[in-house]
């Protein structure tokens, strides 16, 4: 920190431009969103808070009840057909040979009487025999048949391993005297999530408020300003925007199976409720995967995976989120990739250019890639990669690959269209009422003019000579289809 | 030729967060991915010979390519697995074949360092006990370790058990990376999927070590792996039962590990309503299902050199000469809390056998014995 030359504050000569903070003249939710506009969207820093508040995607929720932060969101998946194994009754070598019925324990009652049901070899075509018979909790007794002219043939003894799927096929009847079948419908299931509560305070005593210093500070909204207060307002104002775009990718779901939550404050005994970020929401559903080098041959796996998973229309344009290191990385693919095919001379071309005053210039870059399906993967530097919370806990304890810290090679693809409801895949979400609250305690101590109108009253809070400026926000992330992001970690 | 199968599962570990059991109703079955970390690439490449016999059919490129070195970097580096929730199984064993022309340099070799006649390698079988005699050599010392690690304090244990757990790994992977210079795997690709997981930061590569790191996402599992934890847990069990007779021909040393284990308060309970041989009865019974519960920790309990010394100021906290402070590990003097033994049992250990605090320790020695309880 560099040495300050303190002067008397003078409404004359020193103006005061922070209006983003007279906060009762703005709205505190459109306060927030306007300081994501500022130093979120323009600087790359808070992609996340960008996406969703900066871009008006804040959903603002009433808890059903008190201290219930939880929030659910309708996701209708694609029809399920599989279901799993929970053993082979009777335990013969050659089930189902010679043309006989065998009996097996499947966990649900997904398969219906007369369709036919492929096993996981894929090796045989068999037919439900009637209804399934409840046999307990997640047992349905079913009988089969192979469809089969082999006497010899047999479902291998591989397909009845507990946790296997079988896939239910279509239904098969006589040609006469037939029996009506039956079919399914699937309703919209129910995606759990749970916003938290965060809490910043600026704790100012004696005459701060009131301090010149002899160097310039860049105003947020523009301009410039040699007082400390702003620019100390403008860092605390940067560094809660870190920990809340950190807290949206990293926040761990805490409510156990029971829907208590142990996390609680050793004051007052009361529940701190932390929803599931970005990547626990990723890892959770498998859309997750480590990586060393990148090479082209992984994103067409990683992008061919997240396609099979769709088959309405899909966003054409794919962002993938990394650091300096990981869009190198993705250079570096394309460039492998270009140098197995043999384009030499074309890289050569692109690469080696006409620079100034008769000097060559060498280096151009890929950020795009086009799958044969004809899906743009786009990379973008989001700078939280390199200089976030992670990064400087990387940089910290030397976990540095090539000069950038581990975490700038981690690589997300955040699917940000909307989706067929037409709301943004992607969104933040926050209590109702209580998405920022913000507040002075008042005491002795001069008020900075950027803590707004609270400055004008008399009453004061404390008899010390202190004040502090109070943040409250609720804050949680929804992805309402994760089936088309994808989180990519680099591990060493 | 001779066939030797030897199949490991590679199972997803089941870590549910708590985020996905609040979703386990809409979770869709899927696989979990066993990407590409660099240290695990890194030791593959290095295996570069038997690389080049191996992967050819694998990548469908020779050997002898000039792209041969970027096409295997980039192959190990693209790994991404599907592994199924159920496990996929690994095929890790071989064919060996004393006729196989690619083997017969590598064989010459081996020969010519074996130097008595009647162990150098002449059949099939010769090839397989060459690799498998080394592993059941690992195999032994690595039960042998276990056995040891089991009778040290439980903070010594867990670092004696993950330095028998690497050196046994490592030993493995030295005595694989000869292994294709005798015979010939069965599925290459598995067996060399297998290797990779051997040395991959996210597998464990047995089910007792999935639990040991945050940062492990699968587990090989082996009938014989299974075996050979069975055949611990019983020597492991066996060995607490000898602990324990040995224990119970002294009732201080029984009150002592009772105490120690932080059972006070139920002792003092037992010690209201029963005398004599019933007291000591229901002291062996409460020792006895200590044992059963955690045998390997019942061991290195009983093993604590300081076990009588930890017994006795948990004695002193029971009857109130010392006070742990609600809440916390800390130890201090019942009649004046300020006064600080230790900050958790160990500490008060180091308190109570330090010479410079002889008079002190003799004080609560006296104290305690002229409370005439039935432990003093």
């Keep these: ?492 | 030729m001779i066939t030797i199968s030897r199949k490991y599962e590679l199972i997803v570990k089941t870590n549910l967060s708590a985020y996905a059991i609040a979703n386990a109703k809409e979770l869709v079955p899927s696989a979990k991915i066993l990407g590409s970390t660099m240290g695990a690439v890194n030791k593959m490449l290095s295996l570069s010979q038997e690389l080049k016999l191996l992967m050819p059919e694998i990548i469908g490129l020779a050997a002898v390519s000039p792209d041969w070195d970027r096409m295997i970097a980039r192959y190990w580096n693209s790994l991404s697995e599907p592994i199924p929730y159920v496990g996929k199984t690994l095929e890790t064993g071989f064919k060996y074949d004393l006729n196989d022309v690619t083997k017969k340099e590598y064989i010459n070799a081996i020969n010519t360092q074996i130097k008595e006649e009647d162990k150098k390698i002449k059949t099939d079988e010769d090839l397989k006990t060459y690799i498998y005699l080394k592993l059941s050599e690992v195999e032994d010392a690595y039960k042998a370790a276990i056995l040891e690690a089991n009778s040290l304090s439980e903070r010594d244990k867990e670092t004696a058990l993950k330095a028998a757990y690497n050196a046994k790994y490592a030993k493995i992977w030295n005595i694989e990376a000869e292994h294709y210079k005798v015979g010939t795997p069965i599925e290459p690709f598995q067996y060399l999927l297998w290797k990779y997981c051997l040395v991959c930061s996210h597998v464990a590569n047995e089910f007792s070590f999935a639990e040991k790191s945050m940062n492990i996402e699968f587990y090989l599992s082996s009938e014989d792996n299974k075996k050979q934890l069975e055949r611990i847990k019983i020597q492991t069990k066996n060995k607490a039962m000898e602990k324990y007779l040995s224990i119970i021909t002294s009732k201080k040393n029984v009150a002592d590990i009772l105490f120690a284990i932080g059972l006070g308060g139920k002792i003092f309970d037992l010690a209201k309503d029963n005398e004599g041989a019933d007291l000591d009865l229901q002291l062996h019974v409460l020792l006895q299902s200590t044992m059963d519960k955690d045998p390997a920790k019942f061991i290195s309990l009983a093993s604590d050199k300081n076990i009588a010394l930890k017994g006795l100021i948990e004695k002193y906290v029971t009857y109130n000469i010392f006070k742990r402070i609600q809440g916390t590990n800390i130890i201090t003097d019942y009649t004046n809390p300020s006064k600080i033994i230790g900050n958790d049992l160990d500490a008060a250990v180091t308190f109570c056998s330090n010479p410079e605090n002889v008079a002190v320790v003799s004080e609560y020695e006296t104290r305690f014995k002229d409370l005439n309880s039935k432990f003093s």
Excluded at chain 1, 268 to 289: F, H, R, S, V
């Design chain 1, 1 to 492: 920190m560099r040495e300050l030359y303190t002067d008397t504050y003078n409404n004359e000569r020193y103006t005061d431009e922070n209006v983003l903070y007279k906060n009762k003249l703005i709205d505190p939710v459109s306060l927030s969103t306007a300081l994501t506009y500022l130093w979120g969207k323009d600087s790359e820093m808070f992609p996340l808070l960008s996406l969703t508040e900066g871009q008006s995607g804040l959903v603002s929720l009433t808890p059903k009840t008190l201290n219930d932060t939880q929030y659910t969101w309708n996701v209708m998946g694609r029809m399920k057909h599989v279901s799993k194994v929970v053993a082979l009754i009777g335990g013969q070598s050659y089930p189902g040979q010679g043309f006989q019925p065998f009996q097996v324990v499947m966990e649900d009652d997904t398969f219906l009487r007369y369709y036919g049901a492929t096993p996981a070899d894929k090796l045989n075509n068999l037919r439900v025999q009637g209804d399934p018979i409840r046999d307990g909790a997640n047992r349905y007794i079913y009988t089969f048949r192979i469809n089969t002219a082999n006497p010899a043939e047999y479902v291998a003894a591989s397909n009845f391993i507990a946790g296997t799927y079988w896939v239910q096929a279509p239904p098969s009847v006589a040609g006469a005297y037939s029996e009506g079948t039956s079919s399914r419908s699937q309703a919209p299931g129910k995606w759990t999530n749970q916003f938290g509560f965060l809490r910043f305070s600026k704790n100012i005593s004696g005459n701060v408020a009131n301090k010149v210093t002899n160097i310039e500070f860049d105003l947020e909204g523009g301009g410039k300003t040699n007082l400390w207060m702003p620019h100390e307002m403008k860092q605390f104002e940067i560094d809660r925007r870190l920990m809340l775009e950190e807290d949206l990718w990293n926040s761990v779901y805490n409510r156990d199976q029971y829907g208590v939550i142990h996390l609680i404050d050793e004051k007052t005994n009361q529940p701190i409720p932390k929803g599931a970020g970005i990547k626990e929401i990723l890892k959770t559903t498998d859309q997750y995967e480590t990586y060393s080098v990148l090479t082209v041959d992984k994103l067409d796996s990683v992008v061919n995976r997240l396609f099979s998973n769709r088959v309405d229309k899909t966003p054409m344009e794919l962002i993938f989120y990394t650091g300096s290191g990981g869009i190198r990385m993705f250079n570096e693919a394309i460039k492998n990739e270009a140098g197995t095919q043999s384009y030499y001379q074309a890289l050569g071309e692109k690469e080696i250019t006409s620079g100034k005053d008769g000097y060559l210039s060498y280096g151009t870059y890929f950020n795009q890639f086009k799958t044969i399906d004809g899906h743009i993967i786009t990379i973008k530097k989001a700078s939280i990669f390199d200089n976030g919370l992670y990064a400087e806990l990387d940089k910290a304890n030397g976990n540095m690959y090539k000069g950038f810290p581990d975490t700038s090679y981690d690589i997300i693809l955040l699917d940000q269209s909307m989706t067929s409801d037409g709301e943004r895949n992607i969104q933040l979400v926050a209590e109702k009422g209580r998405e920022i609250l913000t507040g002075v305690y008042k005491g002795l101590t001069n008020l900075p003019e950027s803590w707004g109108a609270i400055r004008e009253s008399k009453l004061l809070s404390s008899k010390t000579d202190e004040a502090s400026y109070e943040v409250l926000m609720s804050q949680g992330i929804t992805m309402k289809n994760y089936t088309t992001s994808y989180y990519m970690k680099f591990s060493r």
